[in-house]
């Protein structure tokens, strides 16, 4: 019987589950998470799920590793999540556990995707990099000497709620000017909003309901030479060089890279966030530290890095 770990990755939007085999996901299925009042259910229905693919395929399940925001490792709890159903305290491995009865690995999500990129991505022959969520909000996973950083207290890399604008944007967390309020999917929804608000603002995405917009739509604009799509991703590119210039002074990783929705506009974004990069950065680390869109598929980094944690933290 070939043995497999389930790897679950809880999202804002979805949440994405698998199946992985020798570093490949082998099979995997999506729901949408919000339509789960009741993160009981959500396992519930996740297990029943899996467990049918594990009879019909006769596999033997390893492990489970769970990447999920504002989880933490050391607990196995994930607490008040932002932009999830779910309030207070809930013990993810205790739930998973009780319902599989494997070892289970909690972690918060970009560090579960820093650890898909050590074992599974580019970042197998590197020994210090930093993994960049950029999503609904951001997240980092950060790897030190071969190891991921899990902190004291097990919440190391929230870089999303560092500061990027002294009184900027207000943050779901209670302050103001977060990096993630500005730099992640929504924070660049924000931007666009704000630039089509100034006098004499001509732009193809007036015609959309800013509450419908997407990051993707900005994209495609911006490739077309929309001048407000180009200025945004400039505004959000400078924001990006900044703190990947203040993170190259704490961690002097080889490499830092970006995973999630807007990573996906790619040299639109990366090319000038290196060039602000570069421009801000302390000269010790000048032209050594490339930005780079994660190797990992996309639909699948988040099933390998959590399931990559079991095989970190159980062997
Ligand atoms: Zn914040």
């Known amino acids: 019987m070939r043995g497999v ?8 939007t979805n949440t994405d589950f698998g199946l992985v ?16 009042p009741d993160v009981r259910v959500l396992m519930n229905t996740i297990q029943q799920i899996i467990q049918l693919q594990l009879d019909q395929q006769d596999l033997k399940l390893l492990g489970v590793g769970i990447g999920a925001p504002n989880a933490n490792f050391h607990t196995g709890c994930m607490e008040s999540p932002p932009n999830l159903p779910w309030k207070g305290l809930i013990n993810l491995k205790e739930m998973v556990h009780q319902r599989f009865g494997v070892p289970v690995v909690v972690n918060n999500d970009a560090n579960a995707s820093a650890l898909g990129e050590l074992k599974y991505g580019a970042g197998k ?9 950029l999503g609904t909000g951001i997240g980092a996973g950060i790897i030190v000497n071969g190891q991921l950083l899990i902190g004291h ?43 089509l608000a100034r006098p004499g603002a001509t732009s193809s995405l007036q015609h959309i309901d800013p509450a419908n917009l997407t990051s993707k739509q900005v994209f495609e604009a911006a490739q ?9 991703f400039d505004y959000t590119a400078a924001i990006i060089g900044r703190k990947m210039a203040e993170i190259a002074a704490y961690f002097s990783p080889e490499a830092i890279f970006f995973l999630g929705g807007l990573a996906n506009a790619g040299d639109l974004l990366l090319k000038p ?25 996309d639909n699948k980094a988040s099933i390998l890095g959590a399931a ?7 062997h």
């Open 224 to 232: 077309q030479g929309d001048e407000i799509a180009l200025k945004a």
């Open 153 to 195: 207290d097990g919440m190391a890399g929230e870089v999303g709620h560092t500061l990027a604008i002294p009184e900027g944007r207000l943050c779901n967390c209670g302050r103001k000017g977060c990096f993630e309020r500005y730099a992640s999917a929504t924070g660049l929804k924000e931007t666009i909003t704000e630039l």
């Open 125 to 133: 022959n590197m020994k210090d990099f930093i993994v960049i969520t």
């Open 308 to 314: 990559a944690a079991v095989e970190e933290f159980t």
């Open 273 to 297: 966030a290196k060039d602000y990069m570069e421009e801000f950065v302390l000269y010790l680390y000048k032209d050594k530290i490339p930005l780079l869109v994660s190797a990992l598929p």
């Open 5 to 12: 770990i389930a790897g679950i990755d809880i999202g804002g």
């Open 21 to 36: 085999a020798d570093g490949e996901v082998i099979w995997q299925e999506r729901l949408p998470t919000k339509r789960y």
